[in-house]
């Protein structure tokens, strides 16, 4: 009798077994975690059981928060959609623009797999950072050189521009130019992902290469601006959408070198 009463109590659970194809089917995770919690509480006890069901279900979301991946996206010809590359074979990638999109927050647990994924994809490795910041430099120097030269001859041709627009001019179409961020994905950033962030516009900034957000939400623009990343970025890159920040750099590349005077001694 009290056989008969335990089996008739965990008539529904028995049931559930038929669920479990469907349920491997549509998530493997899901499909582990029921059963880790159902073996749990069949060879220890309910309330143990549980408790190792719900540890063990909290582990699965920090490995995918972990695991994130990390996209290059495109754009489809004559609209202002952008998808990855690596599934929508009819989107493009805007020449000198890498945008980039992270399909999960940005916090201290992450944030080294968060930024070994943003290398590898830019390819600004270490090496290949202070390889073009040498060359960087270099343009540098040969621009100061140059002035000089110029006044000895009696000729002073005097550029306001910037230097990031000087090295611009000298580097290739086929190479990086700008860094656009799609943050729509990114739920929250900590601390640490902010001070990440502000590393990595520093880094770029060494070699020329502008970093640009969009899609921000509320909460992570506000840590980022708290964490001083406006102080190594321009707050103008910031915008609403993909396809507003491709306009501006696009136009901003188009644009004519301004304020250039030349003064004659």
């Not at 493997?28 to 143990?48: A, C, G, Q, R, Y």
Request: charged fraction near 20%.
């Amino acid at each position: 009798v009290l056989a008969c009463i335990n089996v008739t109590s965990l008539r529904q659970m028995f049931l559930q077994f038929r669920d479990l194809p469907e349920l491997w089917r549509i998530s493997k995770l899901d499909f582990m975690v029921w059963v880790v919690t159902w073996l749990s509480v069949v060879v220890l006890n309910v309330d143990l059981g549980l408790a190792i069901g719900v540890v063990f279900s909290m582990m699965t979301v920090i490995c995918r928060t972990q695991r994130a991946d990390c996209s290059v996206l495109g754009r489809a010809s004559n609209t202002e959609i952008y998808r990855p590359l690596e599934n929508h074979s009819k989107c493009y990638e805007v020449p000198g623009v890498k945008i980039l999109t992270y399909n999960g927050p940005i916090y201290y647990g992450n944030r080294s797999f968060f930024r070994e994924k943003m290398s590898r994809v830019l390819g600004l490795t270490p090496e290949e950072i202070r390889s073009r910041e040498k060359a960087r430099k270099a343009l540098e120097k040969r621009e100061r050189e140059a002035s000089v030269s110029t006044v000895d001859r009696g000729i002073a041709n005097t550029s306001f521009s910037s230097v990031n627009e000087f090295f611009e001019s000298e580097t290739p179409e086929k190479e990086v130019q700008a860094v656009l961020i799609d943050c729509s994905r990114v739920i929250f950033v900590d601390v640490a992902g902010a001070r990440l962030f502000t590393q990595m516009c520093t880094e770029c900034q060494k070699v020329g290469v502008h970093v640009y957000l969009a899609n921000c939400n509320e909460s992570v623009l506000k840590i980022l601006t708290s964490s001083g990343l406006m102080s190594h970025m321009n707050p103008q890159h910031i915008f609403v959408t993909v396809h507003d920040a491709v306009m501006y750099i696009q136009q901003q590349r188009e644009k004519p070198p301004e304020n250039t005077t030349t003064v004659w001694v």
